[in-house]
C-alpha cells in the first residue's frame, strides 16, 4: 500500500530523517511513536507530499508522490497536528468545500457529507461558524476533511491533542471504526493511545526506525522482557547463587528490602519463559521463605524509553525545526 524506501530529510546540517524505510499493509492501525523532534511530523508531511524529500522515495498504491502527486494524493486522508480549517466557514460549508477540493461527484457529494458528519458526530454542529466550536469539535471536522472520498490511506498527526478525556475515548474508538474500511497510520508519542487503537508499531528516533513490530512482539526487543519480583528472607550470596541455577533468568538483582526483613530480588528473564515455579521450589528447597512473588511483563513505554533513550543526550540548545512536531 505504501513503501517508503531510504527517505531522508535535510534542513542544513540538521538531518531531521534519517535514511527511513518500511512499508504499511491494508487494513491495519499503524502506531508511528517517537518522541518530540524525533521526526515524526516531517516523515508524515514526506508521505503525504506536503513537502519534498531530500534523498529517497515514497510509493502510494504504486505511485511515487513526487512524480504522479495527484494520483497518488487521491489514496490519502491527512489530519495534520493543527487541523486546516477556515475559521469563517460554517462546518458544512467547508465540508463541501473540502469535498470540492477533493473532486467529490456532484451526486455524491451532499449524501457523503452527510454520511461523513454522522460519522464524526458534528451533524449538529453544521451551521456553527468553525471559530466557535471547541477544540474536540475542531479536531472532528479536521478529522472529517480527512475521511471525506474514503481514502484507502488515513494518516492522523496527534489526533488527541488537546482533548479532554471523554472526547480522546471517542476518537479512539472512532480510529478503531475505520480499520474496516481504511489503512490507517497514526502519529503519537501517547503510548496509552498507541497501546489501546494499533496493530503494529514502528518506533522513531532521531530520524531512523529503532523498532517495528506488534505491540506484544515489541517486548522482545526489550532487555528484561518479564520481569518477577520477590522479597525473600535468606542469605543474600546464597540467594544469587541458587538463582543463577536457573535456566532462562537473565539479570539478577538483589537490594536490601526498604520497610521489612529480607531482599528486594529483581529477575529478568525470557519473553516466554515463566520461572515461578523453578523459583518457588528452589528456595523452598534450601528453606528461603518467599513472602511476596509478583510477575509483571514490560510495558510499551519502558521499551519506548530503552529504544529511545539516546534522546537524552540530545543537546538542550538545538533548535526545533521546520515540520518538526512541537
Given at each position: 500500500?505504501?513503501?517508503?524506501?531510504?527517505l531522508?530529510?535535510?534542513?542544513?546540517?540538521h538531518?531531521?530523517?534519517?535514511?527511513?524505510?518500511?512499508?504499511?499493509?491494508?487494513?491495519?492501525?499503524?502506531?508511528?511513536?517517537?518522541?518530540?523532534?524525533?521526526?515524526?511530523?516531517?516523515?508524515?508531511?514526506?508521505i503525504?507530499?506536503?513537502?519534498?524529500?531530500?534523498?529517497?522515495?515514497?510509493?502510494?498504491?504504486g505511485?511515487?508522490?513526487?512524480?504522479?502527486?495527484?494520483?497518488?494524493?487521491?489514496?490519502?486522508?491527512?489530519?495534520?497536528?493543527?487541523?486546516?480549517?477556515?475559521?469563517?466557514?460554517?462546518?458544512?460549508?467547508?465540508?463541501?468545500?473540502?469535498?470540492?477540493?477533493?473532486?467529490?461527484?456532484?451526486?455524491?457529494?451532499?449524501?457523503?457529507?452527510?454520511?461523513?458528519?454522522?460519522?464524526?458526530?458534528?451533524?449538529?454542529?453544521?451551521?456553527?461558524?468553525?471559530?466557535?466550536?471547541?477544540?474536540?469539535?475542531?479536531?472532528?471536522?479536521?478529522?472529517?476533511?480527512?475521511?471525506?472520498?474514503?481514502?484507502?490511506?488515513?494518516?492522523?498527526?496527534?489526533?488527541?491533542v488537546?482533548?479532554?478525556?471523554?472526547?480522546?475515548?471517542?476518537?479512539?474508538?472512532?480510529?478503531?471504526?475505520?480499520?474496516?474500511?481504511?489503512?490507517?497510520?497514526?502519529?503519537?508519542?501517547?503510548?496509552?493511545?498507541?497501546?489501546?487503537?494499533?496493530?503494529?508499531?514502528?518506533?522513531?528516533?532521531?530520524?531512523?526506525?529503532?523498532?517495528?513490530?506488534?505491540p506484544?512482539?515489541?517486548?522482545?526487543?526489550?532487555?528484561?522482557?518479564?520481569?518477577?519480583?520477590?522479597?525473600?528472607?535468606?542469605?543474600?550470596?546464597?540467594?544469587?547463587?541458587?538463582?543463577?541455577?536457573?535456566?532462562?533468568?537473565?539479570?539478577?538483582?538483589?537490594?536490601?528490602?526498604?520497610?521489612?526483613?529480607?531482599?528486594?530480588?529483581?529477575?529478568?528473564?525470557?519473553?516466554?519463559?515463566?520461572?515461578?515455579?523453578?523459583?518457588?521450589?528452589?528456595?523452598?528447597?534450601?528453606?528461603?521463605?518467599?513472602?511476596?512473588?509478583?510477575?509483571?511483563?514490560?510495558?510499551?513505554?519502558?521499551?519506548?524509553?530503552?529504544?529511545?533513550?539516546?534522546?537524552?543526550?540530545?543537546?538542550?540548545?538545538?533548535?526545533?525545526?521546520?515540520?518538526?512536531?512541537?
Amino acid at each position: 500500500m505504501i513503501e517508503v524506501n531510504n527517505l531522508v530529510k535535510r534542513y542544513g546540517d540538521h538531518t531531521a530523517v534519517d535514511h527511513l524505510s518500511f512499508k504499511i499493509e491494508k487494513g491495519k492501525i499503524y502506531g508511528f511513536l517517537g518522541p518530540n523532534g524525533a521526526g515524526k511530523s516531517t516523515t508524515m508531511n514526506m508521505i503525504t507530499g506536503y513537502i519534498a524529500s531530500t534523498e529517497g522515495t515514497v510509493t502510494i498504491d504504486g505511485h511515487d508522490i513526487l512524480e504522479e502527486p495527484e494520483q497518488a494524493k487521491k489514496c490519502i486522508g491527512y489530519l495534520p497536528e493543527i487541523p486546516p480549517l477556515y475559521f469563517d466557514m460554517t462546518v458544512l460549508e467547508y465540508m463541501n468545500f473540502a469535498a470540492d477540493l477533493k473532486k467529490i461527484p456532484k451526486n455524491e457529494k451532499k449524501s457523503m457529507v452527510e454520511e461523513v458528519m454522522e460519522m464524526v458526530k458534528i451533524s449538529d454542529m453544521r451551521n456553527r461558524l468553525i471559530k466557535n466550536l471547541s477544540k474536540g469539535y475542531r479536531q472532528r471536522v479536521g478529522l472529517a476533511q480527512a475521511i471525506l472520498g474514503y481514502p484507502e490511506v488515513i494518516i492522523l498527526d496527534e489526533p488527541t491533542v488537546g482533548l479532554d478525556p471523554k472526547q480522546i475515548i471517542e476518537i479512539r474508538d472512532l480510529i478503531k471504526s475505520l480499520k474496516k474500511k481504511h489503512t490507517v497510520i497514526l502519529s503519537s508519542h501517547i503510548l496509552s493511545e498507541v497501546s489501546a487503537v494499533c496493530d503494529y508499531v514502528l518506533i522513531i528516533s532521531h530520524g531512523k526506525l529503532v523498532a517495528s513490530d506488534t505491540p506484544d512482539n515489541l517486548g522482545k526487543l526489550a532487555q528484561g522482557s518479564n520481569n518477577l519480583s520477590l522479597l525473600v528472607k535468606g542469605d543474600k550470596d546464597k540467594i544469587r547463587i541458587l538463582l543463577g541455577e536457573i535456566e532462562g533468568i537473565k539479570e539478577i538483582a538483589i537490594n536490601a528490602a526498604k520497610d521489612q526483613e529480607g531482599w528486594e530480588v529483581k529477575l529478568s528473564t525470557e519473553e516466554s519463559t515463566d520461572i515461578r515455579e523453578e523459583v518457588f521450589f528452589k528456595m523452598a528447597e534450601h528453606h528461603y521463605p518467599i513472602l511476596e512473588m509478583q510477575s509483571k511483563k514490560v510495558s510499551l513505554e519502558e521499551i519506548f524509553l530503552e529504544l529511545t533513550e539516546d534522546d537524552k543526550k540530545k543537546k538542550p540548545e538545538e533548535p526545533e525545526r521546520e515540520g518538526e512536531t512541537k
